[in-house]
């Protein structure tokens, strides 16, 4: 069994390198450089580039979250890429398949759901969010760009901002994150936080933002002549595998929404501590 795959969420319980490591992409860049989207969405342009991917051994916090499922290596991405600037709200989702995922009744913690449309949407399985865009990209035919998850290290590079610290944003953790000590246990409307460099509200707490990544364990990449390119995103039908979900909730203390931090989730399983942030790309 893969080692990551321990760290299944069922998480309904409450509970470095110098100047010279920096990413490689154009730093001059203006950010954020934003774009809206459908159904009043907004992206905000990821540039490619070379970061270091997980976390160093002394990081505070690491070895209560996910531990030894984080060695930093080095990560190259090589096509550039538009991230969403929020999580998927309920009326994000609701505008696209005209109807809630947690109607269904089948979720861990629903009755801590909100319900209400500017709240990120939850309760969300694989399959749900598979179906989700496959709506939008049929009713967006017309536009140039695909919609899809990021992948871990997608979401990790837009996440980070050119840092490499715990967290991507400065100041106290109340001031961009909803989290166990600031959220009062509950989900929070989006983007009423500070945003990263990047613009991208919320990527610290509020909902797990699931990726296209299956649990795996990280590579050795120990310099940026070895970075591993694009590492890859789902590619199986399999139900039993997890897949990784990223940046903690509203549940969570604050180990587990660093930047690095990585968690397996059930394929069949919905949440209410679980949604989703979009990529779109160019269509090639």
């Given at each position: 069994m893969n080692k990551v795959g321990i760290w299944i969420v069922v998480l309904f319980v409450m509970t470095s390198c110098g100047a010279n490591s920096l990413p490689s992409s154009d730093l001059n860049e203006t950010f954020p450089v934003l774009k809206p989207g459908p159904h009043n969405m907004k992206f905000s342009h990821i540039p490619s580039g070379v970061f270091q991917m997980g976390s160093p051994e002394d990081e505070i916090g690491r070895e209560e979250s996910s531990g030894n499922f984080e060695p930093q290596h080095w990560v190259r991405l090589t096509k550039d890429y538009w991230m969403q600037t929020t999580e998927v709200t309920r009326g994000q989702w609701f505008a696209v398949l005209k109807s809630y995922p947690d109607n269904n009744?089948?979720?861990i913690l629903r009755e801590k759901i909100i319900k209400e449309d500017d709240y990120p949407v939850s309760c969300v399985s694989i399959s749900d969010v598979n179906r989700f865009i496959k709506e939008l990209n049929r009713q967006e035919k017309g536009d140039k760009y695909k919609y899809r998850l990021p992948t871990e290290a997608e979401w990790e590079f837009a996440t980070r901002g050119y840092t490499e610290t715990a967290y991507s944003i400065k100041g106290k953790l109340k001031s961009?994150?909803?989290?166990?000590?600031?959220?009062?246990?509950?989900?929070?409307?989006?983007a009423k936080l500070k945003a990263n460099k990047f613009g991208l509200h919320d990527t610290h707490g509020n909902v797990y933002e699931l990726t296209s990544s299956f649990a795996y364990d990280y590579p050795t990449a120990d310099s940026v002549n070895q970075a591993i390119k694009d590492p890859f995103e789902l590619t199986s039908s399999d139900e039993f595998k997890n897949q990784m979900i990223r940046g903690g909730s509203w549940a969570e203390r604050a180990p587990f929404i660093r930047s690095a931090a990585r968690m397996g989730f059930l394929r069949g399983l919905r949440v209410a501590v679980v949604g989703l942030r979009l990529v779109r790309t160019v269509h090639e």
């Open positions: 009744g089948k979720c961009f994150a909803w989290y166990l000590k600031s959220s009062n246990r509950q989900p929070h409307p989006v």
